[in-house]
Structure formats: C-alpha cells, structure tokens
C-alpha cells in the first residue's frame, strides 16, 4: 500500500518565489523524510523531522509536520533553477517484531523553477 | 568514498529470461532496499533485509526474489513471473536513519 502521497503532482514556479509540497501519509509513522532525485538518477536525502517534532529547517528547506492530519509539507524559498526535480516524501515505520524499518515513499511532485 | 554501486546502469532482456540486478555498498550498513519506479510514479517497495540472511516483501514482492548473503551485497532477480519487468529499480541502503541511493539500473524487457 502507498504511505505518502505528494501534492500537488507538478509545480512550475518563477526563480526566486517559494515552492511549497504537501504529503500525506496513513498509517503512524516514526520519522518522515523528504529526498529529492534528478532525472534518471537515485535519490538524495534533504531533511529528516521525527514524529515528535513539529518544524524543521536546513538552510532554505523548512518542514512542517501535522501527525494529527498525517501530513508533511516542504518549503523552498527563494528557489533557484537548479531546484529543478522530484520531491519525494518518505515515511518509516518500525514492525513491532524484528525490528524492521520499512520506508515507503509516495508519488512525488514534479518541480519546474523558471529562470 | 563510500556509496552504493549499481550495475548496469542499463539492462536488456528478453521476456521469459530470469535477469538479476546488482547492488553492493561499502557503507557498512545493516540495512537494504530494493524499489521499483515506473515512468512519472513514486518509488514501489519490493523488498527489504534488515541484517545478513534476513529480508522481507515489501509491497510489490511477486515475481522477484533476492538474498543477503553478505552484508555488503543485495542482488535482485526479477523472473519470467513478474508480469511488467520493465522499469527502473533503484537500491539503497540505511544506516542510522535516512536512505543512501545508487544510480539505479533501468531494465527493459521486449
């Protein structure tokens, strides 16, 4: 089953305005995560919030999380033509027996910065 | 430097071959994932090993299997069974917390 499911699917912005991406999720989570990956490339991690915080920031990255609404939403500000690329929304959950951390990722939103 | 290695970066295969995917890291990691992305979608868990000789299906397991035999290295087999192989699959493996990706390997069958 998908956990995460990004919003909006895709968001063309002009240089220097503000990108926001939401995510939800559904089931309880123990961290939320955000990656990013260029065209036909692997991810790369940009922030990580736990359950039990609520904001989060990393130089022009903030991110929000609302555990009551299991919803997650990263910012970019000022953003920059190399922002350009998928935003990716992860949660990781822990199975009660073994230990194991499954990370499930959503849809993603695809993010056009016009320079 | 450490990382996570993918080979090959691209794949050919004819339907009704068996093809395995490679996927090693030299981060000293415990855990490993294999997920699956079809054009424009998210990323599709089809398994993951926490430790040697111990792994899981994820959501999509049917027609792969894979084995953890050293810690170092989580081969993927994607079997005449999986019905829609062509895709690009991308590893990774975790540490403490967040995910360290290869480049992935795109596989196209015909």
């Known amino acids: 089953s998908q956990q995460g499911e990004e919003d909006p699917q895709a968001l063309s912005i002009q240089e220097g305005e503000n990108a926001t991406m939401n995510c939800s999720y559904k089931?309880?989570?123990?961290?939320l995560q955000w990656y990013r990956q260029n065209s036909g490339r692997g991810l790369v991690h940009l922030i990580l919030?736990?359950?039990?915080?609520r904001e989060k920031h990393s130089g022009r990255l903030r991110v929000t999380l609302d555990t009551s609404k299991k919803s997650s939403s990263l910012l970019i500000t000022a953003s920059r033509a190399a922002d350009t690329a998928s935003y990716f929304c992860?949660?990781?959950?822990?199975?009660?027996?073994?230990?194991?951390?499954?990370?499930?990722f959503g849809i993603g939103t695809k993010l056009q910065v016009i320079p | 430097d450490g990382g996570i290695t993918q080979s090959p970066k691209y794949l050919f295969r004819k339907e009704g071959q068996n093809v395995t995917l490679s996927c090693e890291q030299n981060?000293?990691?415990?855990?490993m994932y294999w997920y699956r992305q079809d054009p424009g979608q998210g990323l599709r868990l089809i398994y993951y090993?926490?430790?040697?000789?111990?792994?899981q299906k994820g959501d999509i397991a049917e027609g792969y299997s894979v084995s953890r035999e050293k810690k170092e290295s989580f081969p993927l087999t994607v079997t005449s069974a999986q019905k829609n192989p062509t895709a690009f699959y991308l590893c990774?493996?975790?540490?403490?917390?967040?995910?360290?990706f290869g480049n992935g390997t795109r596989l196209t069958v015909t």
């Open positions: 990774a493996s975790r540490g403490n917390s967040p995910l360290h």
């Open positions: 089931t309880s989570i123990n961290n």
């Open positions: 919030i736990r359950s039990n915080e």
């Open positions: 992860a949660t990781t959950w822990v199975r009660h027996s073994g230990g194991y951390q499954k990370v499930t």
């Open positions: 981060l000293n990691h415990d855990a």
């Open positions: 090993s926490q430790i040697v000789n111990d792994f």
